[in-house]
């Protein structure tokens, strides 16, 4: 009987003979006895939203039972800018359950992701990676229900300029090749990252396309599976390392800025949650509408989606893709199927009709679970987000939905259900709250919602402090204007957040 698992793409799962979730130390050390390997590296995220590495050379059995049972010593004031040089010294602890080989190693080499803790070996207060954890446990404790996530991961390729059998400008949705010219690319990153251990739902060429400066640039997207949040925020990690590497070995450049330039599409992170109780889906009621737990979750969301941004959209250019017509949102409020609001209810499986067995005549009327795939969708955030920062909000706002009296009203008086960009609902969007235009507005935002994110210990003072300093800094309140003056600027502004998050 063939094995499961061995059609699981993280080659560690073979080695060891159990799924990601249940390795132990005893697993990777046996991995590393029979399989040759020389290496491990740890791998954790950084205040600027970035993977960062430490690699070890395995001496012998005994020092890597030692690094993965102790960890490592590292300087957390250089890794936060919320930790003090004085105070600085962290430890890095593997978890076992994210453990891969590497696959850009030509030293075999397994790979794992850290956890952060403190001199007193406590989980460290102000880790991103942590306060993703507390707002998870919160929100279980508040709703019984457990939080489930998973991202959209958009981002330009730019190679040499390309001639041949050109797309149509800004037409390049799931556009196939040799119109689309890096399909093969984004399936060798679709490969790897399944590699890692990331659950992929599927990969397709996105809208943006066009030539400046004598490059070509080619938007792509990558789409997740919903897992609990926690694993959603290290795919994503995960997958952004993979693409930049790849590309790096291929030539390429990659970019998950919010915006290259203007009149083209800018890239998003679109965040899917769900609701879920004991394992099934916990969006929809009996009658396959949305339930009322679902629709407090999206009365948090619209509630917080002010400060949500201060998290979401880091950088000034990250306000240049927050603008009308282009898929990307600038007004509170929600619908189905809306691609103009900030939260959206996607198009569900919630049709009783057998679509397989009319596209399939000769087959068999097939069993269906109605309404297992259903999300809610906020448009808002880039890729310049800390995506620990990003979900670990997303968790805390859809509790506060629970919280909140008038929940149900809140969603009811917020719901769109047309293009609020057209001419003819100009009143209604003008009565519609709109989201912050800078990082200065959102820091302005975060500052007045900041007790609700440091709520049961969650968002701890000092990482906002650092987050509210970080997006004054920009001093980017009258940036439009003077982009408006000034073209070049936009384009330093570009060169300087290319490679951000």
Same mark, same amino acid.
């Given at each position: 009987m063939n094995n499961p698992l061995n059609q699981i793409p993280n080659k560690l799962v073979g080695y060891i003979g159990k799924r990601q979730s249940d390795f132990t130390r005893n697993d990777i050390i046996r991995a590393?006895?029979?399989?040759?390997?020389?290496?491990?590296?740890?791998?954790?995220?950084?205040?600027?939203?970035?993977?960062?590495?430490?690699?070890?050379?395995?001496?012998?059995?005994?020092?890597?039972?030692?690094?993965?049972?102790?960890?490592?010593? *590292?300087?957390?004031?250089?890794?936060?800018? @919320? /930790? +003090?040089?004085? #105070?600085?010294?962290?430890? *890095?602890?593997?978890?076992?359950?994210?453990? @891969? /080989? +590497?696959?850009? #190693?030509e030293i075999p080499t397994i790979t794992m992701l850290c956890s952060f803790f403190d001199k007193d070996g406590k989980p460290l207060e102000s880790a991103p990676e942590y306060t993703l954890a507390k707002a998870c446990d919160e929100f279980k404790k508040a709703t019984g229900l457990d939080f489930y996530a998973m991202g959209e991961l958009e981002y330009y390729v730019a190679m040499e300029e390309q001639t041949d059998f050109p797309a149509v400008d800004q037409h390049g949705y799931h556009e196939s090749e040799p119109f689309a010219k890096t399909n093969t690319f984004r399936t060798e990153c679709m490969s790897y990252i399944a590699q890692t251990g990331g659950r992929i739902k599927y990969g397709h060429s996105e809208v943006g396309n066009f030539t400046l400066d004598g490059l070509t640039y080619e938007q792509n997207e990558i789409e997740f599976l919903p897992v609990p949040a926690q694993e959603a925020a290290d795919q994503l990690m995960l997958a952004k390392w993979v693409i930049r590497n790849l590309a790096y070995r291929k030539g390429y450049n990659v970019t998950f800025a919010p915006k290259i330039t203007t009149g083209k599409a800018g890239s998003g992170l679109h965040i899917h949650m769900c609701l879920m109780n004991n394992g099934r889906n916990a969006m929809l009621g009996p009658d396959l509408k949305l339930s009322d737990e679902a629709r407090k979750m999206i009365a948090g969301l619209l509630t917080l989606a002010p400060s949500i941004t201060a998290f979401g959209n880091t950088v000034p250019t990250s306000y240049f893709r927050l603008v009308p017509h282009q898929e990307a949102p600038t007004s509170i409020c929600w619908g189905d199927r809306n691609r103009s609001v900030l939260v959206r209810v996607p198009l569900g499986w919630t049709t009783d009709a057998d679509m397989s067995a009319v596209a399939n005549p000769t087959e068999k009327p097939a069993k269906r679970v109605v309404g297992e795939k259903q999300t809610v969708e906020i448009r808002s955030a880039d890729g310049s987000a800390n995506v620990y920062q990003l979900l670990a909000a997303l968790a805390v706002a859809c509790r506060y939905g629970f919280e909140l009296d008038d929940a149900l009203g809140i969603t009811s008086r917020g719901y769109v259900s047309v293009n609020i960009h057209s001419a003819q609902y100009a009143d209604k969007l003008a009565s519609l709250e709109s989201l912050p235009d800078s990082c200065a507005a959102s820091a302005r935002c975060l500052e007045a919602q900041r007790a609700i994110y440091e709520k049961h210990n969650i968002f701890s003072p000092s990482m906002l402090d650092a987050q509210i300093a970080m997006l004054r800094a920009y001093d980017d309140s009258d940036l439009r204007r003077r982009c408006a003056a000034d073209r070049s600027l936009l384009h330093e502004l570009v060169m300087r957040h290319i490679h951000c998050g």
């Open positions: 590393v006895q029979e399989h040759g390997i020389q290496m491990v590296n740890f791998m954790y995220p950084g205040g600027d939203g970035r993977l960062k590495t430490l690699n070890f050379i395995i001496n012998d059995i005994e020092y890597l039972q030692t690094i993965l049972t102790t960890g490592e010593r *590292v300087d957390g004031s250089s890794l936060f800018p @919320f /930790i +003090d040089a004085q #105070s600085s010294d962290l430890y *890095v602890i593997p978890r076992y359950r994210t453990a @891969f /080989i +590497d696959p850009f #190693s």
